[in-house]
């Protein structure tokens, strides 16, 4: 990996398990942590680009975090062919090992959102030495089993909204009451989508990376 001496902004690839992904980094020259950004279901045009993972990446950016986007297998311009979260998860253990080589030592938080969150989530709690947090952003609790993280020993943070019908408030709140270190934000009138409601999102998502990385 070659040393990074200077800020970057730029769009890369990087190898996973048997594909190239194509990501964009974001970083100051001297990053006090790392976040990896995972995407939403690439079948209802889910990308690196979508608004709310841009939005994010914008926020933790500000607050000097190095971040690593990425288009999941089959999307965009990364090769391969989508699994429905399956392989993807090692798409996931790329980026964190792309991300730990280029700044050795620092903390890194997993952020996902939908089936982003659902990905990041499986991946963070099978052990990633580098990976300190995660946040999922609106988890899809309603269509897809979260429980394995009953035994997830890192930090936890969940953000939703308050009208999101994929992740209703008494599935996601009976879910993180299962995570030992769990903590639930709630984005008033906001559904699944957060039009609108982007810039109330990414201040709550910018502390919880922070206080993982504390």
Do not use: K
Not at 56 to 67: P, S
């Amino acid at each position: 990996m070659r040393p990074v001496a200077a800020g970057i902004d730029e769009r890369l690839r990087f190898e996973g398990e048997g594909v190239s992904l194509e990501g964009h980094l974001d970083a100051p020259a001297a990053p006090a942590g790392g976040a990896i950004v995972c995407h939403p279901h690439p079948q209802y045009g889910g990308s690196m680009d979508n608004a709310v993972v841009v939005g994010v990446v914008a926020a933790l950016r500000a607050a000097e975090l190095a971040t690593l986007r990425f288009n999941f297998r089959g999307v965009g311009q990364s090769g391969g062919r989508q699994t429905g979260g399956v392989d993807e998860v090692h798409d996931v253990e790329a980026a964190v090992a792309y991300m730990a080589g280029h700044y050795p030592g620092i903390p890194i938080t997993l952020i996902g959102y939908s089936f982003g969150a659902a990905v990041a989530l499986r991946a963070g709690s099978a052990g990633l030495p580098a990976v300190t947090s995660m946040v999922a952003i609106a988890p899809p609790v309603s269509m897809v089993d979260l429980g394995f993280l009953g035994e997830c020993q890192l930090p936890v943070c969940f953000v939703a909204g308050e009208a999101d019908a994929f992740c209703p408030r008494g599935d996601l709140e009976a879910l993180a009451a299962l995570v030992p270190r769990a903590s639930v934000v709630w984005i008033a009138d906001a559904d699944h989508f957060f039009a609108g409601c982007e810039g109330r999102l990414a201040e709550p998502v910018r502390r919880c990376a922070l206080e993982g990385h504390a």
